[in-house]
């Protein structure tokens, strides 16, 4: 099982991106990215199960992320706008059979990450 997480770059502040996740191998049931600045603690940024109903977010990224899958390409996607320099990070795509969306031991399978670098 494989998870390739792709899209990350250098944004300007107020700008968006657009990021995806691929999954080989298997579908799993929950899906999510959490991400990790230098120096702090991994956070959960959003998940989803999967039939795609209540998406869940972390409090950083409500209002201005917005996470969906195609499970017919057994992809998790990531549209992030109105990025902030504290959204700077490597994003992690994680993938697994947990019930509770927001910590990370419902997920077995973590991706290589992607950073993303806004700039102010």
């Known amino acids: 099982v494989q998870l390739q997480a792709s899209g990350g770059g250098l944004v300007q502040a107020g700008g968006s991106l657009r990021l995806s996740c691929t999954a080989s191998?298997?579908?799993?049931?929950?899906m999510g990215w959490f991400r990790q600045a230098p120096g702090k603690e991994r956070e959960f940024v959003a998940a989803i199960r999967w039939s795609g109903d209540s998406p869940y977010y972390g409090d950083s990224a409500k209002g201005r992320f917005t996470i969906s899958r195609d499970n017919a390409k057994n992809t998790l996607y990531l549209q992030m706008n109105n990025l902030k320099p504290e959204d700077t990070a490597v994003y992690y795509c994680?993938?697994?059979?947990?019930?509770?969306?927001?910590?990370?031991?419902?997920?077995?399978?973590w991706g290589q990450g992607t950073q993303v670098t806004v700039s102010s």
């Open positions: 191998g298997r579908t799993f049931y929950t």
């Open positions: 994680a993938a697994g059979a947990g019930d509770i969306l927001n910590v990370d031991t419902s997920y077995d399978n």
